[in-house]
């Protein structure tokens, strides 16, 4: 089968990692499969296999003005529209609204079915605005499937777009065999960390974290904060961090390529976003055999933690109910231990070939033969 994927770019990111982990998959399948992305490759951050064939446009970026927005976007409907003429696809899979509407536009008339994946609806709200928003309920409409990851996301999308919406969840990262996980290989004797991973941008949550964090640190002596993730809030966390004295006790690595070894040597992993699309460091974290503590945010974190077996779930919002929390956690070993052994669990309901095979299942249900894209084209 021939498949385009279409992304905005493969910059550090769930929804980058996914479409990266299952463009691989696929490739390995024996499928022809071919990765769009609006930015450029400076910015990739996973790898891909040698098999998927790469076409990065380099048409991402801001616009001065909402005239030049609208030329921009053209250009990227062209160049999309050029992109998937040439690879004849049997099928185009993107991700992110404002990218599936330009793809949605770009592959008008060519015959060739699109499924749309959201990876961050928030329920309730209006996520997308302005022409995005005229444009998006009816080029979602001509979707040959829209794809969501959680159970409730799909029934706000569906009273939105009114018709029927698919439910994939994200794969686990693949971890190796060898990986024990578990409570019993944290650190020992030495110091603690509290881990928390994700783009430095609002709605992770950080700077609340931070503040927590604070509240914690002289009754927890012995433990740090790692916030590992890069972003456009970095020189705004340094100066909470510095004006709180905990330069030495909190830290912001960066982007971790290795991100799951640094789960395994840490002792307690906290989810503080506002909102998830699916929170794919808590799934990871989970199937590390860490012990989690999350904000039960829109949406996804009561999918995955079933509370006080599996993990914590603390009122979305609630400082002082995620500082009693981890409180709690940061004291108890045992039930630390007691929390990542049942959080393993997770590994079999979201691994890679069973995400993988309902992918599968949605795309021979909607695929068809892709026509003469050519003449179908016109003068794009």
Known sequence: ????????????????????????AWAAEGNEVTLITLASRRHDRYPLDAAVQRVALDLAGGSEH????????????????????????????????RTNVLVLAAAAGLRVPVIVSERTF?????????????????????AAAVVVQTRRSACEMEAVLHRPVAVIPNPLAVIPADASGGAATRSGEGRRTLLAVGRLSPEKGFGLLIDAF?????????????????????????RRIAARGLAGRIALPGFDSRV??????????????????????????????????????????????????NGWLVPAGNRQ??????????????????????????????????????????LAAVSAPAGDMTAAAGGA
């Open 214 to 238: 604070a509240q914690l640190a002289g009754r927890h002596p012995g433990w740090d904060l790692r916030i590992v993730g890069e972003g456009m809030l970095r020189d705004d966390l340094t």
């Open 321 to 362: 109910a995620l500082v009693a929390a981890l409180d709690a956690l940061m004291r108890d070993a045992a039930l630390r231990a007691r929390l990542g052994a049942r959080a393993r669990e997770v590994r079999k309901l979201y691994s890679l070939p069973s995400v993988l095979g309902q992918w599968n299942a949605l």
């Open 122 to 142: 928030l329920p309730g709200a209006r996520w997308v605005h302005g022409l995005w928003r005229v444009l998006h309920g009816p080029l979602y409409r001509r």
């Open 66 to 97: 909402w005239l030049a927005a609208v030329g921009n976007n053209v250009a990227r409907v062209r160049a999309l529209r050029r992109a998937l003429r040439r690879c004849r696809p049997d099928a185009v899979i993107s991700f992110i609204t």
């Open 260 to 309: 799951h070894e640094t789960m395994r040597r840490s002792d307690l992993f906290v989810l503080s976003s506002s909102f998830e699309g699916f929170p794919n460091a808590l799934l990871e974290a989970m199937a590390e055999g860490m012990a989690c503590v999350s904000f039960d945010c829109d949406a996804g974190p009561r999918e995955l933690i079933e509370h006080g077996e």
């Open 1 to 24: 089968m021939k498949l385009a994927l279409v992304i905005s770019s493969l910059g550090g990111g769930g929804a980058e990692r996914v479409m990266t982990a299952l463009a691989n």
